[in-house]
Nanobody, 118 residues
């Protein structure tokens, strides 16, 4: 079982930055694929970015390419989402997720609110 705890959300003005963290409680951290998703109330949860087990492969939704960066620190069992040039439309609850390759995202954090004011 993997427990994920997100932190780093908050209120920021448009154009600002935030870094989200996702701390994982698994000794097999290195085996998992990690992703960040976001959800606006009343809308479906959407994919934002993911990173493979080694950190060598990342992918992003087009809306955040060039502004967001996903990374992982295996020594700290933590995954990060650096968000720059934030826009009001980035406002959402951001979730961290983890899963073994080919298994989908089986583990989810509780979410952290990001609010970007105009």
């Amino acid at each position: 079982q993997v427990q994920l705890v997100e932190s780093g959300g908050g209120l920021v003005q448009a154009g600002g930055s935030l870094r989200l963290s996702c701390a994982a409680s698994s000794r097999t951290f290195g085996s998992y694929v990690f992703g960040w998703f976001r959800q606006v109330s009343g809308k479906e949860r959407e994919f934002v970015a993911n990173i493979n087990w080694s950190g060598g492969t990342t992918s992003y939704v087009d809306l955040v390419k060039g502004r967001f960066t996903i990374s992982r620190d295996s020594g700290k069992s933590t995954v990060y989402l650096q968000m720059n040039s934030l826009k009001p439309e980035d406002t959402a609850v951001y979730y961290c997720a983890a899963g073994l390759p080919g298994r989908g995202y089986e583990h989810w954090g509780q979410g952290t609110q990001v609010t970007v004011s105009s």
